[in-house]
Nanobody
Framework: QVQMVESGGGSVEVGGSLSLSCTVSPAIYRSSSCMGWFRQAPGQEREAVAA???????TYADVVKGRFTVSKDNAKTTLYLQMNSLTPEDTAMYYC???????????????????WGQGTQVTVSS
């Protein structure tokens, strides 16, 4: 049973924008205390990009602050990531994740997130 599905990835030139979406099953969405976006480039470890807590509090990795915006739509049970001013260093597979025990990304490990999507590729070319 697919419970989190990402979409919106693709190829873009440096300085361009992409918007990712993650459709979350209602059961997971409504029980989640924290949902986030993560990315993994070839040969590198998965890293946190941004997260949003149940009350709407957001957290960002320093490398994306001011460029990326995480948001959610409770009616559509969907998580979003708006990415602007993209650079080649943003090239990676992007994953959405959720968990119902994590209060804030700042005090969680990536492995703590219980539910994951299959990923969507983002490629930024110069």
């Amino acid at each position: 049973q697919v419970q989190m599905v990402e979409s919106g990835g693709g190829s873009v030139e440096v300085g361009g924008s992409l918007s990712l979406s993650c459709t979350v099953s209602p059961a997971i969405y409504r029980s989640s205390s924290c949902m986030g976006w993560f990315r993994q480039a070839p040969g590198q470890e998965r890293e946190a990009v941004a997260a949003i807590e149940r009350d709407g509090t957001t957290t960002y990795a320093d490398v994306v602050k001011g460029r990326f915006t995480v948001s959610k739509d409770n009616a559509k049970t969907t998580l979003y990531l708006q990415m602007n001013s993209l650079t080649p260093e943003d090239t990676a597979m992007y994953y959405c994740a959720a968990d119902n025990t994590i209060a804030t990304l700042e005090r969680a490990a990536i492995a703590d997130f219980a539910f994951w999507g299959q990923g969507t590729q983002v490629t930024v070319s110069s």
